[in-house]
């Protein structure tokens, strides 16, 4: 069973940076696809970036493209969301998933960290 804890959230303004960590404990990480969402308010759930856990291949929606990068460190177990440029329509709640290569579906959803970008 893998479990994700999310960090880093908080209030910035408009045209500011931040980096989400997401914490990963449990099973081996070899075949498993790390993502970022977030959720906004009155919105549905969006996806924006993921990374395999082993060869560190990433891709980030076009949404975000430009603004948002993922990385992760394999010692520390942890994968990042380093986030440029914010826009006040950024504000939402980031969660951090995994899910098996070749799944469809994300499993073991965090908690989610709250981020605000005041204009």
């Known amino acids: 069973q893998v479990q994700v804890v999310e960090s880093g959230g908080g209030l910035v303004q408009a045209g500011g940076s931040l980096r989400l960590s997401c914490a990963v404990s449990?099973?081996?990480?070899?075949?498993?696809?790390m993502g970022w969402h977030r959720q906004g308010p009155g919105k549905e759930r969006e996806f924006l970036a993921a990374?395999?856990?082993?060869?560190?291949?990433?891709y980030v929606a076009d949404s975000v493209r430009g603004r948002f990068t993922v990385s992760r460190d394999n010692t520390q177990k942890t994968v990042y969301l380093q986030m440029y440029m914010l826009k006040p329509e950024d504000t939402a709640v980031y969660y951090c998933?995994?899910?098996?290569?070749?799944?469809?579906?994300?499993?073991?959803w965090g908690q989610g960290t709250q981020v605000t970008v005041s204009s």
């Open positions: 998933a995994v899910k098996l290569r070749g799944d469809a579906n994300y499993h073991s």
């Open positions: 449990g099973r081996t990480l070899t075949n498993y696809v």
């Open positions: 990374i395999t856990w082993s060869e560190g291949r990433s």
